[in-house]
Every structure is written in structure tokens, then in C-alpha cells.
């Protein structure tokens, strides 16, 4: 038993398994659907949230400690992607590395990663959008625009699941399709974003930033632990990585500049954000708009809500595209039932992974509230980060594997150094999320031994 849960799954039969999908994604497509990934909910929703509850205007400290982390693990998944350039990201190199059973609890806490991401980016994208039809003096019935609530009087997110159930119909025509409207929404979202820290510049106050450290050091702490779920999404790189030109360059140097371009904006944001309004006054879901409401910029903040609701678009555009190919990874090695592995010969696609990931959204993100979907997402993908790291090292003494292009500087204290950070984000995490995470794996581990153990040699 000891030696099937931890065989190693064949490179070679990976790349067999996945060579009928087509190679047209450039680095420019990567770069782009990278920070089409990262730049959604996180920019424009935890910089006030966090700021408020948690860091204070220290919260630029906070985005730079979940910055490091993500840019450490970045060049783990680099050399992995380059290494096995296959469908399933962590899930693919897990089961190369670690074996069969270690690689499907990666995979499990990735569709974690995935699914629960999508689902609380359409909420997201719902408060904005809100915001958007309040400004033209549309107010949508409370009932429709929350989650199932009815102490509340909300019963569902309509505006959330309309939103995913477009993102599906527009992946249903093809990667080619997708990836053009993934470009066009990257340049206007990052014009917005550029356009608030330009214009938000002249309104700073320095007072605003005093006292800096008010909930302390440990503030700072918890706090990049939370902003952590604005980094997320630069792992659908590698995830795309059968249907990529020269995976073996184009992966790694992708992932490190989105994710590098996605930092330094992100940290550049929330210092203007907290200068421009006292972070005791920024609970609100659309904190962005809200500072330019509050020095009279309203013009300005309709604009900002325009490209706000693009970048959480093109984010859950790349995540459910990310998690359909993990899924369909899952079916191609019989974890899962083989449908799911199964590419549609018309649309080059695996359609009833996308299906079953577009499902499983609509019903989280139309009826489960944003908060309790973000601290999920974020152990999920602490754990799955964690097992890279370590992976490196594991790797490094396999004699059977190809040549990578990429190599992880500082072997292996760098690796060493990312495993310690991720754990120690962990920790930050609430109770209540690792019983309800943990609740997750041991369902994982029923699934496994009920069908995958049976089914994989």
C-alpha cells in the first residue's frame, strides 16, 4: 500500500496525455493572463478592509512580506514549470515528485485554490458592480445582490452569477477568443490603476499616516497573511503550460513579471490609498472609489469602478480557465472519473471540467459571503506553496528528469526560506478556516481511497 500511495507518477505519460491540445499561447499571452490573474479583487477590495481591521497604513509593509513569499515560491514554479511543462500545475509536479497520494492532496487543495478564488471574486465584482448601477440611480432589489442570508433579507448574488455564467459562454469559444478580451481588459484595468496613484498623489496627507504601526508589529503580520489573497493567480501560468510555445522559457520569465509588475503596484496603491483617506474611515468594500469620493473626484471614481469591475473580470476569466485545466489533469490520470480528463475534439477543450468548475462557482459565489470564501482560498494555496518549495529540493537529487532552463537561485536555502514563510502565514489564518479547510482534506482523503487508489495503477 506504502508503495502505490507514493509512486511516482511518468513525466513521459503526462506529456502524452496532454499533446492534444494546441500550442498557441506567446509570453506576451502568459504575461498578460498573469496579471489578468493577480489584479482583480485583492487591489481593489483589501487595501481598505486590511488597512481598517488589521495593519493600518503599514499595510505597504504587508503587501511587501506577501510579495516575498509569492516571489520566492515564483521561482519554485518556475523551475518546476520549466522542468515539466504539463497540465495541473502543483497537482502534476506533486505527483512527479512526491507520489501519487501527496500529489492529490495538492491537487485537492488547488481545486480549493480555484474554485473558492473564482467564487469570491464574483462577489466582489458584484459589490462593485452595485456601486456602479447606484451612481446612475439604479438600486437593484437587496434580495438579489447578496449571499443567502435571509436574517438579511439577501437571498442570492445575481449580479455574481451572471458575471461567471458570461466568463463560461466567452471560455466555451475558445482559448484564442479569451485570450484577446484577457489583453484588452489587462490594458484598461492597469490604466486605471495607474490613473488613481497619479491622481490620488496630489491628494496624500501625511498626517493620515500616523501613527503607522497601529496595531504593531503583529498587525503587519496578520495582515500579510490577508493581503496574500491579492497575489494569487500567477500559478494559472503553469497551468497552461501544454498549449504554450517554448513552455521552458516562456513560463518562468512570464511568472516573474507579472507577479514583479503586480508588487510594485500593489504596494504603490495602498500607500497613495492611505494617504489620501485615515485608514480608521476605509471599511468599505469599494475602498478605491471611495477615497475619490472623499476628496470630491467623483468623475474620476466612476472611471476607477469601470476598470475595477474589468480587472476582477479578467481575473476570474484566468482562474476558471486555471482550474478547468487541474480538473481535466485530475480526469487524465483517473484520480477523477475519466470524463473530466476528456478533450472535446470540436472545441480543443475539456469541457466538462469547465462546466464542473463554472458550476461549482456559481453556487459558492451566488450564495457564500465574500469573507468566509477569501480566508479559505488562502490555505488552501499556502499549502499547495509549501509542497513547491519543498519540491525543489526533492528535485534537485532526481537523476531521471529533463534539463531546466531556470534554476532557483540560492539552492536550497531559498527554498528552505520559502517553505518557513508560507507556514508562518498559516499560522495567521482564523480556527474556524483551518477546521473548515481541514473538514476539506479529510474529504479528499475519502474521494482518493473510494475511487483513485482503485483506479490508478
Same mark, same amino acid.
Given at each position: 500500500?506504502?508503495?502505490?500511495?507514493?509512486?511516482?507518477?511518468?513525466?513521459?505519460?503526462?506529456?502524452?496525455?496532454?499533446?492534444?491540445?494546441?500550442? $498557441?499561447?506567446?509570453?506576451? *499571452?502568459?504575461?498578460?493572463?498573469?496579471?489578468?490573474?493577480?489584479?482583480?479583487?485583492?487591489?481593489?477590495?483589501?487595501?481598505?478592509?486590511?488597512?481598517?481591521? +488589521?495593519?493600518?497604513?503599514?499595510? $505597504?509593509?504587508?503587501?511587501?512580506?506577501?510579495?516575498?513569499?509569492?516571489?520566492?515560491?515564483?521561482?519554485?514554479?518556475?523551475?518546476?514549470?520549466?522542468?515539466?511543462?504539463? /497540465?495541473?500545475?502543483?497537482?502534476?509536479?506533486?505527483?512527479?515528485?512526491?507520489?501519487?497520494?501527496?500529489?492529490?492532496?495538492?491537487?485537492?487543495?488547488?481545486?480549493?485554490?480555484?474554485?473558492?478564488?473564482?467564487?469570491?471574486?464574483? !462577489?466582489?465584482?458584484?459589490?462593485?458592480?452595485?456601486?456602479?448601477?447606484?451612481?446612475?440611480?439604479?438600486?437593484? %432589489?437587496?434580495?438579489?445582490?447578496?449571499?443567502?442570508? %435571509?436574517? *438579511?433579507?439577501?437571498?442570492?448574488?445575481?449580479?455574481?452569477?451572471?458575471? &461567471?455564467?458570461?466568463?463560461?459562454?466567452?471560455?466555451?469559444?475558445?482559448?484564442?477568443?479569451? @485570450?484577446?478580451?484577457? +489583453?484588452?481588459?489587462?490594458?484598461?484595468?492597469?490604466?486605471?490603476?495607474?490613473?488613481?496613484?497619479?491622481?490620488?498623489?496630489?491628494?496624500?496627507?501625511?498626517?493620515?499616516?500616523?501613527?503607522?504601526?497601529?496595531?504593531?508589529?503583529?498587525?503587519?503580520?496578520?495582515?500579510?497573511?490577508?493581503?496574500?489573497?491579492?497575489?494569487?493567480?500567477?500559478?494559472?501560468?503553469?497551468?497552461?503550460?501544454?498549449?504554450? =510555445?517554448?513552455?521552458?522559457?516562456?513560463?518562468?520569465?512570464?511568472?516573474?513579471?507579472?507577479?514583479?509588475?503586480? /508588487?510594485?503596484?500593489?504596494?504603490?496603491?495602498?500607500?497613495?490609498?492611505?494617504?489620501?483617506?485615515?485608514?480608521?474611515?476605509?471599511?468599505?468594500?469599494?475602498?478605491?472609489?471611495?477615497?475619490?469620493?472623499?476628496?470630491?473626484?467623483?468623475?474620476?471614481?466612476?472611471?476607477? @469602478?469601470?476598470?475595477?469591475? /474589468?480587472?476582477?473580470? $479578467?481575473?476570474?476569466? *484566468?482562474?476558471?480557465?486555471?482550474?478547468?485545466?487541474?480538473?481535466?489533469?485530475?480526469?487524465?490520470?483517473?484520480?477523477?472519473?475519466?470524463?473530466?480528463?476528456?478533450?472535446?475534439?470540436?472545441?480543443?477543450?475539456?469541457?466538462?471540467?469547465?462546466?464542473?468548475?463554472?458550476?461549482?462557482?456559481?453556487?459558492?459565489?451566488?450564495?457564500?459571503?465574500?469573507?468566509? &470564501? @477569501?480566508?479559505?482560498?488562502?490555505?488552501?494555496?499556502?499549502?499547495?506553496?509549501?509542497?513547491?518549495?519543498?519540491?525543489?529540493?526533492?528535485?534537485?537529487?532526481?537523476?531521471?528528469?529533463?534539463?531546466?532552463?531556470? =534554476?532557483?537561485? #540560492?539552492? %536550497?536555502?531559498? %527554498?528552505?526560506? !520559502?517553505?518557513?514563510?508560507?507556514?508562518?502565514?498559516?499560522?495567521?489564518?482564523?480556527?474556524?478556516?483551518?477546521?473548515?479547510?481541514?473538514?476539506? #482534506?479529510?474529504?479528499?482523503?475519502?474521494?482518493?481511497?473510494?475511487?483513485?487508489? =482503485?483506479?490508478?495503477?
Amino acid at each position: 500500500m506504502k508503495e502505490k500511495l507514493f509512486k511516482k507518477a511518468d513525466f513521459n505519460k503526462f506529456v502524452a496525455g496532454d499533446a492534444h491540445f494546441e500550442k $498557441t499561447l506567446t509570453r506576451g *499571452n502568459l504575461i498578460s493572463m498573469g496579471i489578468g490573474a493577480i489584479i482583480g479583487t485583492g487591489i481593489f477590495i483589501l487595501p481598505g478592509i486590511v488597512s481598517y481591521g +488589521t495593519a493600518g497604513p503599514a499595510i $505597504t509593509i504587508s503587501f511587501i512580506l506577501a510579495a516575498i513569499v509569492c516571489i520566492l515560491t515564483a521561482m519554485c514554479f518556475a523551475e518546476l514549470s520549466s522542468t515539466f511543462p504539463v /497540465a495541473g500545475s502543483t497537482y502534476s509536479y506533486g505527483s512527479i515528485i512526491f507520489g501519487q497520494f501527496p500529489g492529490w492532496l495538492i491537487g485537492w487543495a488547488l481545486c480549493l485554490e480555484y474554485i473558492l478564488g473564482v467564487s469570491a471574486v464574483s !462577489s466582489g465584482f458584484s459589490a462593485y458592480f452595485v456601486s456602479l448601477m447606484n451612481s446612475f440611480g439604479i438600486v437593484l %432589489p437587496k434580495a438579489i445582490i447578496g449571499p443567502l442570508e %435571509p436574517a *438579511n433579507g439577501t437571498f442570492i448574488n445575481l449580479p455574481s452569477v451572471i458575471v &461567471l455564467i458570461l466568463i463560461y459562454l466567452l471560455l466555451r469559444r475558445g482559448i484564442q477568443t479569451s @485570450t484577446k478580451m484577457n +489583453t484588452v481588459m489587462v490594458f484598461v484595468k492597469l490604466a486605471v490603476v495607474l490613473t488613481f496613484i497619479i491622481v490620488g498623489a496630489f491628494y496624500i496627507k501625511p498626517a493620515n499616516y500616523h501613527p503607522y504601526f497601529p496595531m504593531g508589529g503583529f498587525g503587519v503580520i496578520k495582515g500579510a497573511a490577508l493581503v496574500f489573497f491579492a497575489y494569487l493567480g500567477f500559478d494559472v501560468i503553469p497551468s497552461s503550460a501544454p498549449e504554450v =510555445k517554448d513552455p521552458q522559457k516562456n513560463i518562468p520569465i512570464s511568472i516573474m513579471v507579472s507577479l514583479a509588475i503586480c /508588487a510594485i503596484l500593489y504596494v504603490i496603491l495602498s500607500a497613495v490609498l492611505t494617504g489620501m483617506v485615515s485608514y480608521k474611515d476605509l471599511n468599505y468594500a469599494d475602498p478605491v472609489v471611495f477615497a475619490l469620493n472623499y476628496v470630491k473626484l467623483g468623475k474620476i471614481a466612476f472611471l476607477i @469602478t469601470i476598470g475595477a469591475l /474589468a480587472g476582477m473580470f $479578467t481575473m476570474m476569466l *484566468n482562474t476558471v480557465y486555471g482550474g478547468s485545466r487541474l480538473i481535466y489533469a485530475l480526469g487524465r490520470d483517473g484520480m477523477i472519473p475519466n470524463a473530466f480528463g476528456k478533450i472535446d475534439e470540436k472545441a480543443k477543450m475539456p469541457i466538462l471540467s469547465l462546466n464542473t468548475i463554472t458550476l461549482l462557482a456559481v453556487l459558492l459565489g451566488g450564495f457564500v459571503s465574500l469573507k468566509e &470564501l @477569501t480566508s479559505l482560498v488562502n490555505i488552501g494555496t499556502l499549502v499547495s506553496f509549501t509542497f513547491v518549495a519543498s519540491g525543489i529540493i526533492k528535485l534537485r537529487h532526481r537523476k531521471d528528469v529533463p534539463h531546466s532552463d531556470f =534554476k532557483v537561485p #540560492f539552492y %536550497p536555502w531559498l %527554498p528552505i526560506i !520559502s517553505v518557513i514563510l508560507c507556514i508562518l502565514l498559516m499560522t495567521q489564518v482564523s480556527i474556524n478556516s483551518w477546521i473548515t479547510f481541514l473538514g476539506w #482534506f479529510a474529504i479528499g482523503v475519502v474521494v482518493y481511497f473510494a475511487y483513485g487508489y =482503485k483506479k490508478v495503477n
